[in-house]
């Protein structure tokens, strides 16, 4: 699923091809990707038609398109995900799931989404926020962030950091490759209780946390494979600079002690055994 870098790179790229323009047509053509607009399809066409675009914004994982109207487009990427700016005369794509035209003739806004489980939906705002999204957290690079407020609650959590650092509640934004590469920049074990961290090394993991996402958004992203892309439908390259998440058995890049890969929450863990220790 795409991270904080990942939507940070797309929220950019409608930032600056969509905003301030006027939506003239909404084509649905899946009805998955409107599901959570419960009014349904030909509701959410009717509704967005006319309307115009103020900007992009971004909590966490979140994509959202204040509208003038007052409410906002809100767009969740899922597993597979992607928000295409693409001219009118270009193909349209094999999981095309909503199209939206603008007033200007321009370049169209599609949501292309090959496994469905993203999608989109008209919401209202309470406090600049689409009220579906108003329980996430400030992430990281927010400028809004409370560092003491979060080490504090991070510091009172009785579970490991791993967990911690995945709780959107608590800070948005890192899933697992993020959450891997920052704990061992940091020299943590995923397991560590977040209770038994000292002050100056929750100091030290979100300045790593932080390090790590502001370079993956220097490099656009981490792509895999061709569902993580821009607006532009281009890969990020994060993925050559990991360290740790997906290097199982390949020589740690600090101590030399190949990474190890431990199941977690229905996924994996990439660490060193060396340099994290339990």
Not at 130 to 137: D, K, Q, T
Not at 139 to 156: E, G, Q
Request: glycine share 10%.
């Amino acid at each position: 699923m795409p991270e904080l870098p990942e939507v940070e790179v797309v929220r950019r790229g409608l930032d600056r091809w969509v905003a301030g323009r006027t939506v003239s047509r909404v084509e649905v053509l899946h009805p998955r990707a409107v599901r959570r607009h419960t009014a349904g399809g030909e509701d959410f066409a009717t509704r967005l038609a006319g309307q115009r675009v103020l900007g992009a914004s971004r909590r966490g994982k979140y994509l959202w398109l204040p509208l003038d109207g007052g409410d906002a487009l809100l767009g969740h990427l899922g597993m597979s995900g992607q928000l295409l700016v693409q001219p009118a005369e270009v193909p349209d794509e094999t999981h095309l799931r909503v199209r939206v035209e603008f007033a200007d003739g321009g370049p169209q806004l599609r949501f292309v989404d090959q496994r469905t489980f993203g999608g989109l939906s008209l919401e209202p705002v309470s406090d600049g926020v689409p009220v579906p999204v108003a329980h996430i957290a400030r992430d990281p690079i927010d400028p809004a962030f409370d560092d003491a407020a979060f080490i504090r609650a991070l510091r009172a959590k009785q579970t490991g950091i791993k967990r911690a650092l995945l709780d959107q509640s608590l800070i948005s934004g890192i899933g697992n490759i993020y959450a891997d590469e920052s704990l061992w920049r940091a020299k943590l074990h995923y397991e560590r209780p977040a209770g038994e961290l000292t002050r100056p090394k929750a100091v030290t993991l979100l300045a790593e946390v932080r390090a790590v996402l502001g370079e993956s958004l220097e490099q656009g992203g981490t792509s895999f494979d061709s569902l993580y892309v821009n607006v532009n439908g281009e890969s990020g390259y994060f993925s050559r600079a990991l360290n740790a998440y997906g290097r199982a058995d390949l020589p740690c890049p600090r101590c030399g002690t190949p990474i190890r890969r431990a199941a977690f929450m229905n996924r994996s863990s990439y660490f060193c055994p060396r340099c994290q220790r339990p």
